[in-house]
């Protein structure tokens, strides 16, 4: 028995007199007020511990100093860190199936119950793992979820293209614009093109891909085929690629639309804006909605009106009255889903 006890049966009992009685129940007294307020402090200084999320993991497959993509999958995981206060881990390299295996594996046994797999090539080896692991959820990017606990996550890259393209249609001198293009799948493509012709139909739109989204030899042979040909705006629709395509652009006097990332910083004149998704958002966007057992499986599509897909920082050398022209668009694309060609 402590102090504190054996003190307590002494009072209980008539051991002390009446005036040391009633200095010891003061002293209880302020001691119970002590240990209820630390018990406060030290439940302040938890995270809240409801929902159901416990850890988080993200597999990328090259890494994440990229600057762009990668890089944009690691903030959001440090995103989900913060605000949830829970382990969270990752892994670059994961470029097939057997790699990505062991990686779920070792995530498992340390108890991750929501993994991130920061491409496309993710869907299909999601789709075959997942079944092993119930408990678990699988988050990929642009693919096709096909099981209960498995989600992809798909930006609606149209909309993105098509105010760039505007953009591209309205700047560029010589009526020739160039795009990039990693795959032909890509919706963004489309949405350039379309954006481009509405705002200029004069425009002459060259469209090259590259087939991957990292071969940056091959990417820059391409633009100077294009430039070659008259192209004075380029779109490098590729995270691997765009920074060093956007360098020699800025080197030849032209201009460059970014894309994924606000990439200002590399010419604030040679680059007009950027079409940015916001990863990193969306991660905490995601990881909240499982937290609150709110996260659907299948397909899921998100776009301005959630808030991940904006422009970036606009060039000094667009003028004013047609920037607030693209912002109304926008505006009202976000209300109506309807874009300016409609």
């Known amino acids: 028995m402590d102090i504190f006890g054996l003190n307590y049966l002494k009072i209980r009992s008539g051991f002390y007199g009446e005036a040391e009685q009633r200095k010891m129940q003061k002293i209880f007294v302020r ?49 989900i860190q913060s605000h949830y206060n829970i382990d969270v881990y990752y892994k670059e390299g994961m ?8 990686a779920v594996k070792e995530f498992n046994q340390k108890g991750v119950n929501l993994i991130f797999g920061h491409g496309n ?20 990017f642009n ?14 890259g149209y909309a993105m293209g098509f105010f760039g393209g505007m ?16 795959y032909e799948w890509q919706p963004e ?26 071969d940056d030899k091959k990417a820059i042979d391409l633009l100077d085929k294009i430039m070659a040909k008259g192209a004075d705006v380029i779109y490098p629709a590729g995270d691997g690629y765009n920074v060093p395509v956007i360098e020699k652009v800025k080197e030849k006097g032209h201009y460059a639309i970014g894309y994924i990332s606000d990439q200002s910083d590399l010419g604030e004149s040679a680059v007009l804006t950027s079409t940015i998704q916001h990863v990193d958002v969306l991660y905490e966007v995601v990881a909240d909605m499982f937290n609150k057992g ?5 397909n899921l599509s998100f776009d301005f009106q959630d808030g991940v897909i904006t422009l970036g920082k606009f060039s000094s050398h667009v003028d004013q009255k047609f920037i607030d022209k693209i912002n109304a668009a926008i505006d009202e694309y976000k209300k109506t889903g309807e874009l300016p060609n409609k």
């Open 294 to 298: 709110e996260l659907k499986s299948g």
């Open 167 to 182: 953009i591209a249609g309205h700047m560029t001198k010589s009526n020739s614009i160039g795009i990039i293009a990693a």
């Open 95 to 102: 470029n097939s199936k057997l790699v990505v295996e062991r």
């Open 189 to 214: 493509i489309e949405g350039f093109y379309e954006g481009a012709n509405y705002e200029n139909p004069n425009a002459d739109v060259m469209i090259e891909y590259v087939g991957n989204w990292d």
């Open 121 to 140: 090539e993710y869907a299909e080896y999601f789709n075959e793992i997942s079944p092993q692991y119930p408990d678990i959820h699988f988050v990929s």
């Open 31 to 79: 001691f119970g007020i002590l240990l209820l307020s630390l018990l406060l402090l030290v439940s302040c200084g938890q995270a809240m511990s409801s929902g159901k999320l416990k850890k988080a993991g993200l597999l990328v497959p090259d890494t994440i100093n990229d600057q762009v993509w990668g890089t944009k999958g690691y903030k959001g995981m440090l995103k």
């Open 143 to 156: 693919g096709d979820a096909e099981n209960s606990n498995t989600t992809s996550l798909n930006f609606e």
